[in-house]
């Protein structure tokens, strides 16, 4: 039996006999909860006061989650034999930095500037949560952040980060409908400045629209993410669409909170201008740091337009579920975009592996906020 049942089976909160209502079990066990966790678990979590399935079933939905680990684990591994075998003269000394005081500061300035992109992506959700008319502290919104991106960065989870944001802020705030559409609205905006961000670097710099696969792949990834999103967005403010769900009761509310958030956000032109700024501040702030990596690993003069124009198509393919925090894959789409400007291959491997290890010791930041913050719940006004 899965412990959803079992929790809902205990009654009204999810409380077992062993566990009081108004706690939540230690950082160890929310941990395992939020392996492989899904936005549909999230919602039955909200609305039933129970807690996602246990990755320790030896049920069917548990092997399949121990299988679907298994994969992306072989993935994230082939995909880096896969690079390791397509360069026969692969140099391992070029993964590492030659280390000198002008290397440290490089390497120092560049987690800063991550550090930096975490508390503006807390901003623009904060930005979000205001145009959705949620009260919200900024203070309270960065540890949140930070939590999230430690299990992003550490568990084998694809949405693991943002289930938890949206779990933790919305038993504070009492409304995780809003909250979950805060979340939801946040990622979308961002998404949507990617590929914008991708066409201004091929706009401003005409070398770099004669790199062949390079800038196709590039072009390609910007527009179908673009019209994507814009269909998703589209949609979600439909009446007919996202409007539809709009009297429901059930888990289809969360469905209803996105449409409203869209809807408000659109009527609110002042507050969506200020989401997307910072949303467009935050991936610059994300390419300086990139730049700063790259100059620390003995990249020459790239500069910054080649990743403003690449850097995008980076990020979207490293979100896709089919590794481990984007291992192997961030790595060969750095291989695509940066070999024909010149940079070696295990330089372009490097900068994938410096920018994940940057990411993860950001996210260490976030221990504390998380192991703190997984043992009590506020009770929600």
Same mark, same amino acid.
């Given at each position: ?72 684990? !072989? ?36 987690? !800063? ?263 009590? !719940?506020?009770?929600?006004?």
């Amino acid at each position: 039996m899965h412990r959803a049942a079992r929790d809902s089976a205990s009654g009204a909160g999810g409380a077992t006999p062993d566990e009081p209502t108004g706690h939540r079990r230690g950082p160890e066990a929310e941990l395992g909860d939020l392996v492989e966790s899904t936005v549909p678990e999230l919602i039955a979590a909200e609305t039933e006061g129970a807690l996602p399935p246990d990755p320790g079933d030896r049920t069917p939905s548990g092997h399949r989650r121990g299988l679907v680990l298994g994969v992306r684990i !072989a993935v994230s591994v082939g995909m880096l034999a896969v690079l390791y075998w397509q360069m026969p003269e692969f140099e391992w000394s070029a993964l590492a930095p030659r280390w000198s005081s002008r290397t440290a500061g490089l390497l120092v300035a560049a987690l !800063a500037l991550t550090l930096l992109a975490l508390v503006l992506s807390a901003l623009r959700w904060h930005q979000v949560l205001r145009a959705l008319g949620l009260r919200s502290h900024l203070r309270r919104l960065v540890p949140l952040s930070f939590a999230g991106q430690f299990v992003s960065n550490v568990l084998p989870t694809t949405v693991g980060g943002d289930v938890l944001r949206v779990s933790r802020l919305s038993k504070e705030n009492g409304d995780p409908t809003g909250t979950f559409a805060s979340v939801v609205l946040e990622r979308l905006t961002g998404w949507l400045v990617l590929p914008l961000i991708t066409l201004f670097g091929l706009a401003v710099n005409p070398g770099l629209r004669d790199l062949g696969r390079a800038t196709v792949l590039a072009v390609v990834t910007a527009v179908v993410t673009l019209v994507a999103l814009v269909v998703v967005l589209v949609l979600a403010d439909s009446p007919r669409v996202g409007g539809r769900f709009a009297t429901s009761e059930g888990w289809t509310r969360f469905v209803a909170a996105v449409h409203t958030g869209v809807t408000q956000l659109r009527h609110r032109p002042l507050s969506a201008a200020a989401v997307l700024a910072v949303g467009v501040v935050y991936q610059v702030v994300l390419c300086l740091a990139a730049l700063m990596a790259a100059a620390a690993l003995g990249i020459g003069d790239m500069g910054l337009t080649p990743l403003l124009a690449f850097l995008p198509a980076v990020l979207i393919a490293q979100v896709l579920p089919i590794g481990i925090a984007g291992l192997g894959i961030r790595e060969a789409a750095f291989v695509v975009f940066l070999t024909p400007l010149g940079v070696p291959a295990e330089q372009a491997v490097a900068l994938g592996l410096m920018l994940y290890l940057l990411n993860l010791a950001v996210g260490l930041a976030g221990v504390p906020t998380f192991a703190v913050g997984g043992r009590t !719940a506020t009770a929600a006004p």
